[in-house]
């Protein structure tokens, strides 16, 4: 009989729960990916959205895409969002 572990966001037990180590070497049990995003996922500081891709980082500040990134952040239109940009 498999052993149930308990989420650290919601409480649920669950068998196929998981654990992530966090490079500081904080450890979390969770029993889906929506609840390791709530807890480690960074927010946007222009929208306030969970980051879940690899985001844009301006001065030490997150953000989730280059939109955000100019409105938020004092760099304006230096930032650039190269992704789906037709070339030329």
């Known amino acids: 009989m498999h052993q149930l572990a308990k989420c650290d966001v919601c409480g649920n ?41 690899h985001g844009v980082e301006v001065e030490g500040r997150f953000f989730c895409c280059a939109h955000c990134a100019r409105e938020g952040a004092s760099l304006g239109t230096q930032i650039r969002d190269t992704v789906g940009a037709l070339p030329g």
């Not at 729960?17 to 450890?27: K, N």
């Open 13 to 53: 037990e669950y068998w196929m729960a998981f654990e992530v180590r966090t490079v500081t070497g904080d450890l979390y049990t969770f029993d889906s990916f929506e609840c390791a995003i709530q807890k480690l996922a960074p927010r946007c500081e222009h929208c306030d959205c969970r980051i879940l891709g």
